[in-house]
């Protein structure tokens, strides 16, 4: 099997068609480079991705109001309603599963122009009310100071925590924010923390760009009443957030006199099955990147098959000789499926290594770009697992051997003596 | 060494089959140097595949060496083959991107005997038909007689006991051919059996027995006492 002489009679053979021979291995090249690329950018596409929402409470949902849909009870179809701060107790009380609920409400930078102002500083930015709970849903680092707690809540404290890209333009960078002042919409707020936000989920603008206040003050502050703009809810450990979202729907259309099959009174978002639609988008790309790249190998596989027949061909008159002299069948298919396993194991060799080392490169240049540290990417670390590189060098071989059967069967029906009588 | 009877052989080409052998009797004794000779199409080379087991037979019986050769599969056809006959062609056959001395082995490659070994015996081999000095040199770099040489050298070297030659000097020069229908010569004189075919009356001569072909039957068989005559007799005609 490893004999010198063997070796020599695969070089000669591909080294006769050097154009043909690279041109068919280039095809097997770009298949499997093309499956490596494709994967770890998947791959890379989903680290980030989940690395961005992985600590991102999975079973939590969102609600806000919006008009009704569907006349009820008298009222017209179309009325305007909020949800209202009594219902959150009256959630809590009623919905045991529901692990943490937290209303959180918006005054925005709507219609242009600063809000906040700090000495000769200005900006404009999200201003939003939150409970304590509410960095349990959505996570943030605290990178100084603290977040709202219930004492500002019961106090409607005039403090606020805000987000890195506030502090980076109301401050300079060495000051310690922690006891200054902003005035925001008139009102003079403490600084009492700064976080960065752990996830790349947005609601109603960027944690980085915002401002939190205790939400009571909110209410109290812009005038609000009881109103809760928007809700987050978690369920507890083992129950489906969807059953806890039916149930909240269920109870707040009943509470407000809404009709049940109202669909668009009172809208949610369910972050399980946005992860669930996400985790199937991922499936569908590494779906895809098999095809395609199998697809492509396919081809690649063909032309060497395509190639080695060719060789055969032109080789008919030295198989035959080869025979006459005491070649066993067995030794002349060998020699061809070694052929064949070798040029695509070579050049798929090749492509695996080029594609890895590529998937490499896109890593540590991300890694050493410096933008990476405040902008959160989508795309993280391209890679492709040894199962995948291995897989894939086992489907070459055994492409390899395909590729080969088909001329090294075409070899045996030769006749010796048809191959000596050709002149 | 060779028994044949009754042999009929026919192709298939499309609807119509050609009878091509049509109950040849044959037997050569070992150490004979037989030619074969026949116009195309009287089944000279047919014979020649059935005797150098590249083909098979329809019909009739072909002992090699006392061994029945009937409906061998080709990896036994392979090894028979390579331990019984030894191929000489027309067209020389060497592979050209093996030099004279790898082209001498290759029978032995296909016996599993080490390179060294193989080597060392071609070379051998190749001294004895003078070509030592050529031993390195690919086939293009060889005349048509040193070719024909390394050739021969090949098909001795599995120490094989026929040799068959297909048209050996078909195509050299008169002079080359003489040199390697001596060399044939000198390997009948060793004891092997030697068979060629050709259509060249004064190669025939040379043999010491010629077995004409006629339509699929032996015509005629001329043996050695008789060659003066049929030399005589092919020059008048």
């Known amino acids: 099997m490893f004999d010198l002489d063997r070796w020599n009679e695969i070089w000669n053979a591909l080294a006769k068609n050097k154009v043909r021979s690279l041109l068919t291995a280039f095809g097997v090249f770009w298949g499997i480079f093309m499956l490596i690329v ?46 209202d701060s009594e ?46 709970d509410y960095i349990k849903i959505d996570p943030a680092t605290i990178l100084n100071g603290r977040w709202i707690n219930e004492l500002d809540i019961r106090d409607k404290r005039k403090v606020c925590v805000i987000g890195e890209k506030v502090f980076e333009s109301m401050f300079d960078p060495k000051e310690n924010p922690i006891g200054e002042y902003l005035k925001i919409s008139g009102v003079y707020y403490q600084v009492i923390g700064v976080v960065r936000a752990e996830t790349t989920i947005n609601i109603n603008g960027r944690t980085e760009e915002s401002i939190c206040l205790p939400f009571t003050t909110m209410l109290q502050t812009y005038n609000m009443g009881n109103t809760v703009n928007f809700m987050a809810i978690t369920a507890k450990r083992g129950v489906p957030v969807s059953i806890v979202e039916e149930r909240v729907k269920e109870l707040i259309k009943k509470k407000h006199v809404i009709a049940p099959e109202d669909l668009q009174a009172l809208n949610s978002v369910n972050i399980e099955k946005e992860f669930e639609q996400m985790n199937g988008l991922f499936l569908g790309i590494q779906i895809l990147t098999w095809i395609v790249g199998i697809g492509t190998l396919l081809a690649g596989v063909i032309g060497v098959s395509n190639i080695m027949l060719v060789i055969i061909k032109e080789r008919t008159k030295e198989i035959g000789v080869q025979r006459a002299i005491g070649a066993t069948p067995r030794m002349i298919i060998s020699q061809i499926m070694l052929e064949s396993v070798v040029l695509t194991t070579v050049s798929g060799y090749l492509g695996l290594s080029i594609g890895v080392g590529l998937l490499e490169l896109v890593n540590k240049v991300m890694e050493n770009s410096p933008s990476t540290t405040n902008d959160r990417v989508f795309f993280t670390n391209p890679s492709v697992s040894l199962t995948v590189a291995l897989s894939s060098l086992f489907v070459l071989v055994l492409a390899g051997l395909l590729a080969g059967l088909i001329p090294a069967s075409r070899a045996m029906q030769i006749k010796p003596i048809d191959a000596l009588r050709e002149e | 060494m060779i ?21 040849l009797h044959l037997d050569i004794e070992e150490g004979e140097f037989v030619s074969i000779m026949g116009s195309s199409g009287s089944g000279k080379s047919t014979l020649l ?90 086939p293009s770099e060889l005349s048509g007689g040193q070719k024909q040489r390394v050739a021969i050298a090949r098909a001795l070297i599995s120490q094989p006991r026929i040799i068959l030659a297909d048209e050996p000097t078909g195509a050299l020069d008169s002079a080359t051919s003489l040199e390697v229908m001596e060399i044939l010569k000198e390997i009948n004189d060793q004891g092997k059996t030697v068979i060629i075919v050709t259509h060249e009356h004064d190669i025939a001569a040379m043999t010491k027995k010629i077995i004409k072909l006629k339509d699929g039957v032996i015509e005629e068989v001329i043996k050695n006492g008789e060659l003066l005559a049929f030399k005589n007799r092919v020059s008048t005609e």
Do not use: C
């Open chain 2, 49 to 138: 595949n059935i005797l150098g087991i590249l083909d098979d037979y329809d019909r009739g019986t072909y002992y090699l060496g006392g061994k029945l050769i009937q409906g061998l599969n080709e990896t036994k056809a392979a090894l028979t083959r390579n331990e019984m006959i030894g191929f000489i062609f027309q067209s020389f056959n060497l592979i050209s991107f093996k030099n004279a001395m790898e082209n001498v082995a290759l029978p032995l490659y296909y016996q599993k005997i080490s390179r060294k070994k193989r080597n060392q015996i071609a070379l051998e081999y190749l001294d004895r038909l003078g070509l030592k000095e050529w031993a390195r040199h690919l």
């Open chain 2, 3 to 23: 028994q044949i009877k009754d042999l009929h052989k026919s192709y298939e080409m499309g609807h119509n089959s050609l009878h091509v052998l049509k109950g």
């Open chain 1, 87 to 132: 219902d959150i107790q009256f959630l809590k009380d009623n919905i045991p599963e529901i692990e943490y609920i937290t209303p959180r409400n918006f005054t925005g930078r709507w219609g242009g122009g600063s809000n906040v102002i700090r000495g000769k500083k200005n900006g404009s930015f999200n201003v939003k009310g939150d409970y304590p």
């Open chain 1, 38 to 83: 494709m994967a770890g950018a998947g791959k890379g596409l989903q680290n980030g991705v989940t690395q961005g929402t992985a600590k991102f409470a999975a079973n939590s949902a969102f609600f806000w109001s919006e008009q009704t849909g569907e006349p009820y009870k008298g009222f017209k179809r179309g009325r305007y309603w909020h949800m």
